[in-house]
């Protein structure tokens, strides 16, 4: 299986399809959406790049940052696979397969919400539960104890890095599901809370435009964009 390798991580570099194919391979598989803001804090939190380069984990180049950094790097991937579009194939695949997903995180409100969109978008779609994200992942044994008896395929966090990654690195051993994803602002985009970027934004590589024309407080955090970029380009000429 191709992978790329971007300083010290191991990005996903196939297709969707052999991504599938390659998740199949694992008992249980944590998916991290590998934007350049998650990797690069992964950097600077040993924790937090433990997770990312576990066994069991699996980096997808979500994000075009990722997609420059993998061919700065010298072994570009194949295609950007974005987090959003990957949880959905996987949510389609249960559906398929009559197998259950969990839902935690964001408001109470936006993963009601979005629950009830997702069984409109996927008929016959078994979530078998939902909390929000404002807990306590330390004290959740209600949480935890009600994943356990629904027992769910796949798990989706949407609590933002590293909350989200800690969280499943916490539970992950404890808990019956066999997808683990963190997802970030997933559960907003899907509930309909934010639109995503028109498709020809997506196409061309400027989604990150449109989320910051719509969420400035995210400019801020672009920043770990060139930085995570500086890092691969020293690290090469290194």
Request: glycine letters at 10%.
């Amino acid at each position: 299986m191709k992978f790329s390798q971007i300083l010290d991580y191991k990005v996903f570099a196939g297709s969707k399809m052999e991504l599938f194919e390659y998740l199949d391979t694992f008992e249980k598989v944590n998916i991290i959406s590998g934007n350049p803001e998650v990797l690069y804090n992964g950097l600077k939190d040993r924790e937090l790049f433990g997770i990312f380069t576990g066994r069991n984990s699996v980096i997808i180049p979500d994000g075009v940052g990722t997609v420059l950094a993998s061919k700065l790097a010298g072994s570009p991937v194949k295609e950007k696979l974005a987090g959003i579009e990957v949880m959905e194939s996987i949510m389609q695949r249960c559906t398929e397969k009559g197998e259950g997903i969990y839902l935690v995180g964001a408001k109470e409100e936006v993963v009601a919400a979005c629950a009830e969109k997702l069984e409109l978008m996927y008929p016959g779609i078994k979530i078998l539960g939902w909390h929000n994200g404002y807990f306590d992942i330390d004290n959740c044994n209600d949480i935890t104890s009600d994943i356990k008896e629904k027992e769910p395929k796949a798990i989706f966090v949407a609590m933002g890095s590293p909350r989200q990654d800690r969280f499943i690195l916490k539970y992950m051993d404890q808990l019956p599901c066999r997808i683990f994803m963190g997802v970030g602002g997933s559960f907003d985009v899907i509930s309909g809370n934010i639109r995503r970027a028109p498709k020809w934004m997506i196409n061309i590589g400027m989604e990150w435009l449109y989320r910051v024309s719509v969420e400035p407080w995210r400019l801020k955090r672009l920043s770990s964009i060139p930085k995570f970029l500086t890092a691969v380009l020293l690290n090469r000429e290194g």
